[in-house]
């Protein structure tokens, strides 16, 4: 499977910015996707969840600000992400999981910068 994101950027401050992830393969009606975020020195950080039946999950700290959404038919996730914060600064991966007869399966993109100053 190949996860590609795209989206990321300079926004400043109270900006928006929506992140799209693109995930190969014909059974991505099925995958549980996520939005994970790191900055430097610390561990990935998961940030929002969405189900194969679209149940939605966010960390508290971007809840009311961050929606994630899905379209099966262009076999991609996205993260809209509003009223923005230098705090949010990070490389944001998109994260691949599903499950088939036990076993686990997991891909990751390559991840994109999102930088948020005035």
């Known amino acids: 499977v190949q996860v590609v994101e795209s989206g990321g950027g300079l926004v400043q401050p109270g900006g928006s910015l929506r992140l799209s992830c693109a995930a190969s393969?014909?059974?991505?009606?099925?995958?549980?996707m996520h939005w994970y975020r790191q900055t430097p020195g610390k561990q990935r950080e998961l940030v929002a969840t969405i189900t194969p039946d679209s149940s939605t999950n966010y960390d508290d700290t971007v809840k009311g600000r961050f929606t994630i959404s899905r379209d099966n038919t262009k076999n991609s996730v996205y993260l809209q992400m509003n009223s923005l914060k230098p705090e949010d600064t990070a490389v944001y991966y998109c994260?691949?999981?599903?499950?088939?007869?036990?076993?686990?399966?997991?891909?990751w993109g390559q991840g994109t910068q999102v930088t948020v100053s005035s």
């Open positions: 994260h691949v999981h599903w499950e088939a007869s036990g076993i686990g399966y997991d891909f």
């Open positions: 393969g014909s059974i991505f009606s099925i995958y549980t």
